[in-house]
């Protein structure tokens, strides 16, 4: 059997499965749920994969929102895909990123490749992965095991429009405490020490860092507590601050520098510091070319096209917890349009994934993972591969 017959087969398959799968995409986004919290949206996905003869294992590997979805070929297995499901939403945003569209085009893509799986040896997985948002799910996941068994990772991202390679950086997320002590701000003013000042000083250091940083790094934040009154001294600031870079060498690198920026903040009013990792540091990506060529080959198929303006094709620099999958397996995570004004967080862009434009995606995106899961596999196959990054 062609290649080209086996597409129509996975075309056929997911036209059939695609009201479901629109059932499921406005399912996640009515309910949206925050990262380490999505028990029912887990049970969603697992729900619709389950139905389609997937063996599913959720909670998976001690999370009881991941999971992992598992169709075996009636005979030897030569080629393991996995598609990769998100599903965890923004504070206050709730799908403002899209990741209902990421986990309903994962369930479709797998879906329709499994109706080639038998002829082609192809084993066909959905790996669930919670806290993308921060969470660094991915990479807990990671560290158990959760992608041995792949030869190839995909998953495809929503966005403004169509942008086939993913460029994130590497990032770290902290969250910083300042610990000073109380008293009365006009009665007793020496017994205190400001906690709010220090987080004060450490921003203007880094506001003044920002001058001697190389070009295309990132460092930002947000203060999450600042005191409880005007006429108290702050005894305990809490912040949340990102700090991006190209490559995970430079990213640490750059966090000693900007340590020593909220360090300053102690060291000026006698607060005590705790920075905490909010979860591993995200990797850069490790794109595979090959498949990525394949990928835009069926998505120009499907009569989309990657001439698009640049100013709004900027959310491939994203950072992903994709980029510690792909150090380990072949993957890909391109993003796929879904029309409009507006951008990725803000809360327009959560109404854009709902509606025509946002199927259209849906579709054209679950079509094109799974005619790109298919190619690789077959040439790698034919190849004696898979070969995975040394």
């Given amino acids: 059997m062609t290649s080209d017959v086996r597409k129509q087969r996975i075309a056929e398959r997911l036209t059939a499965a695609f009201p479901e799968l629109v059932a499921l995409s406005d399912d996640l986004h009515a309910h949206p749920e925050l990262g380490w919290e999505e028990h029912r949206s887990s049970a969603a996905v697992a729900a619709a994969l389950r139905a389609h003869g997937f063996a599913v294992e959720h909670p998976y590997l001690g999370f009881d929102t991941a999971l ?40 479709g893509a797998a879906i329709a490749l499994a109706a080639v799986a038998d002829e082609t040896g192809i084993a066909v997985e959905v790996i669930g992965t919670p806290a ?51 008293a009365h701000a006009a009665a007793y003013p020496e017994r205190g020490v400001n906690a709010n000042d220090a987080l004060l000083i450490a921003q203007v250091a880094l506001g003044l860092l920002r001058q001697q940083l190389p070009a295309g790094v990132r460092v930002h934040g947000v203060q999450t507590r600042g005191g409880e009154a005007p006429n108290a001294i702050p005894e305990r600031t809490e912040a949340r601050w990102y700090v991006r870079a190209e490559t995970t060498e430079q990213l640490i690198d750059l966090e000693a520098r900007v340590r020593a920026c909220f360090a300053a903040g102690a060291l000026a009013t006698g607060a005590e510091l705790t920075i905490t990792p909010e979860s591993e540091r995200y990797a850069e990506m490790r794109t595979d070319e090959e498949t990525l060529d394949r990928y835009r080959a069926n998505l120009r198929a499907l009569g989309r096209s990657f001439d698009v303006d640049p100013a709004a094709a900027t959310m491939n620099r994203a950072s992903t917890d994709m980029g510690n999958v792909s150090q380990i397996v072949p993957a890909i995570h391109p993003y796929i349009g879904v029309g409009g004004d507006a951008s990725n967080h803000q809360p327009a862009f959560a109404a854009a994934c709902v509606g025509e434009l946002a199927e259209r995606a849906l579709r054209d995106g679950a079509t094109a993972l799974a005619w790109t899961a298919l190619d690789t596999a077959i040439a790698r196959t034919a190849q004696g591969m898979p070969i995975r990054p040394a």
């Fill in 68 to 107: 992992c979805a598992r169709v075996e070929p009636s005979g030897p297995t030569r080629f393991t895909v996995g598609f990769l499901a998100e599903y965890d939403a923004l504070p206050g945003l709730g799908h403002a990123c899209g990741h209902n569209l990421i986990s309903a085009m994962a369930v």
């Fill in 132 to 182: 993308e948002e921060g969470g660094g799910g991915k990479i807990v996941l990671l560290e158990r095991g959760a992608f041995a068994n792949l030869d190839l990772a995909l998953m495809a991202h929503p966005a403004p429009v169509d942008v086939a390679e993913a460029r994130p950086f590497a990032v770290t997320h902290w969250h910083v405490q300042y610990d000073g002590r109380a």
